[in-house]
């Protein structure tokens, strides 16, 4: 299994339908199938969302991610680039999220397809 740690800091600006984002934020992966082994990933990104409905939105985000913190590796060029689009659904303290991903590097892309993601949230 995986289990993945997230600390990130947002700055959101929401003006009428428009939102804007920007996040600044560091990822530990921490895998357990044999042996204990982990993975950090720092990323920043930015995106935006469009609100078609009080309840429904349109959402977009390009996502910069480098596995630098890694000392295992040296050398080369550890930036990885990934587009998403997704529409979320929010009413009532709870939201469920439905996204695609796409690498936009060639070496992610050559071993990564484009992914489909669920995300639900609620409010307590």
Do not use: K, M, W
Request: with cysteine; net charge negative.
């Amino acid at each position: 299994g995986t289990t993945t740690v997230r600390a990130a800091g947002t700055l959101r600006h929401d003006r009428g339908p428009l939102t804007l984002a920007a996040e600044l934020g560091y990822r530990l992966h921490i895998f357990t199938p044999d042996e204990l082994e982990y993975l950090e990933i720092a990323h920043a990104c930015i995106g935006g969302g469009l609100a078609l409905s009080p309840t429904l939105t349109l959402l977009g985000e390009l996502d910069n991610l480098t596995d630098h913190l890694e000392r295992r590796y040296e050398g080369g060029d550890h930036f990885y680039h990934v587009l998403s689009a997704g529409l979320r659904y929010s009413a009532r303290g709870v939201s469920v999220l439905a996204r695609v991903v796409v690498p936009l590097d060639d070496e992610l892309r050559d071993s990564q397809t484009p992914l489909l993601g669920l995300q639900a949230t609620t409010d307590f």
